[in-house]
């Protein structure tokens, strides 16, 4: 049976009925990955969210039933898709990304499970797969990681067809290859870096990205022509493809500092740049796939963990990048010293929103992102020692956003 981390006045009887509930929802197969081409199935998320901030069983399942039918986005989930090609052993590299061949995905990776054992089929296939993490705009890696955190079996093995299917590499080999190492301590210090690096020169580097953006060469020979339909991922996967010394440049700190050290300064720095605009749709991303990226880093051998710290720093500023701006230096450097070791044993933040207030918005939000963030950063505030940082942050919702006129043309599939 599924784990949830829970905070709930539930019954027993009524928390067994739930979970029965969850585990059926989380098992269900009846609805494809993504929809309207490349737009992410985000139903097993929120069951998980919800779950996670107390929600009762028919809230979940109604839900779930309601998200099906329409999505926030204005369409309904759709049916499984027959793949293109058969995956096996032989061949199972060759389709990366290349988002013809979902189902036969899963059925290689639910056989490779079965004869491996899910320990080995993780460890043995995500060393591929990684790279890609940030491909369909992180919900691969998200699906994986929460799917891990709740040992859900048919998620797991979803969230690696997900992964092959979307795959967008964040080019490792570039700070493996790199010879400059920043002399950074912490990961806040290297945020701080980059943020002045844009301000000594941001209108060339505005105009360094869009160029790159407008230079539609790589569409359909190595990014696939469906992203560029989405606008925002092509952005993103032109910027993978490209990089920047910066950027794969290696910190200190990745080196220096313990993993368990780095995961709670990356939660730190990712909620506080989600504090520069605080509901930033993009960055709240961040946050929910950081937490994904942690779980799945512990199914990972420990010398394979700090890679995927990398991966994750990496494919964070490739996307900050893409937007061709970066916050600013003083924005972020007065929310440190607003936020650097306030919590909520103290009275400076104590006008503002408490879980009392803000769990049950979550629990009743149509926009499934929201109880997402807010179930993270409830575990990370408890984690942290109480920060005031992420209880602030968890109580400023993000919207739907409007989908671009390039969604007015018909999927490329």
């Known amino acids: 049976m599924n784990k949830l981390c829970i905070d709930t006045q539930l019954s027993p009887e009524e928390l067994l009925t739930r979970q029965v509930v969850i585990n059926r929802l989380l098992d269900d197969q009846s609805y494809h990955i993504e929809f309207n081409g490349h737009l992410t199935n985000h139903n097993k998320h ?31 989930l759709e049916k499984p898709k027959i793949s293109q090609y058969e995956i096996n052993e032989a061949n199972w590299q060759n389709y990366l990304g290349q988002r013809t061949s979902y189902s036969s995905y899963f059925n290689f990776f639910d056989a490779q499970e079965k004869k491996l054992g899910m320990e080995q089929m993780l460890s043995q296939y995500l060393v591929t797969l990684l790279p890609g993490w940030a491909g369909s705009l992180m919900h691969p890696a998200i699906h994986l990681g929460w799917a891990i955190d709740v040992n859900n079996r048919a998620m797991i093995i979803e969230s ?21 190492v920043l002399q950074d301590k912490t990961v806040f210090d290297s945020l701080i870096r980059i943020a002045h690096f844009w301000e000594n020169d ?35 996967a032109r910027m993978f493809l490209e990089g920047h010394p910066i950027i794969d440049a290696k910190p200190a700190w990745l080196d220096d500092q313990n993993i368990s050290t780095l995961w709670l300064e990356l939660y730190y720095v990712t909620t506080l740049l989600y504090m520069v605009q605080p509901g930033d749709f993009l960055v709240l991303h961040f946050i929910t796939s950081l ?30 990048f893409s937007r061709a701006e970066f916050p600013g230096s003083l924005k972020l450097a007065t929310l440190n010293e607003q936020f650097r070791g306030a919590n909520d ?42 920060q ?26």
């Open 202 to 236: 941001s209108d060339a580097l505005h105009d360094w990205v869009e160029g790159l953006i407008i230079d539609e060469r790589e569409v359909g020979r190595k990014i696939h022509l469906e992203l560029k339909r989405s606008g925002l991922q092509y952005r993103i």
């Open 291 to 320: 937490y994904a990226m942690e779980h799945i880093a512990r199914k990972m051998p420990k010398n394979e963990q700090k890679k995927i710290v990398q991966y994750y720093w990496t494919g964070i500023l490739n996307i900050l």
């Open 345 to 386: 044993g103290q009275e400076a933040f104590a006008e503002m929103p408490n879980w009392d207030e803000i769990i049950p918005r979550a629990i009743d939000e149509i926009e499934e992102h929201n109880p997402k963030m807010v179930y993270v950063l409830h575990q990370i505030w408890k984690r942290s020692g109480y």
């Open 46 to 76: 929120a069951v998980i969210a919800l779950a996670g901030l107390g929600a009762s069983a028919e809230t979940i399942d109604a839900y779930y039933k309601n998200y099906a039918q329409m999505t926030p986005y204005g369409y309904g």
């Open 388 to 413: 005031s940082l992420f209880r602030v942050a968890a109580s400023h919702f993000t919207q739907t956003p409007e989908l671009p006129k390039s969604f007015e043309a018909p999927p490329v599939i």
């Open 160 to 180: 690696m067809a997900y992964m092959a299917f979307s795959y967008v590499s964040c080019h490792p080999e570039r700070t493996e290859q790199s010879t400059q």
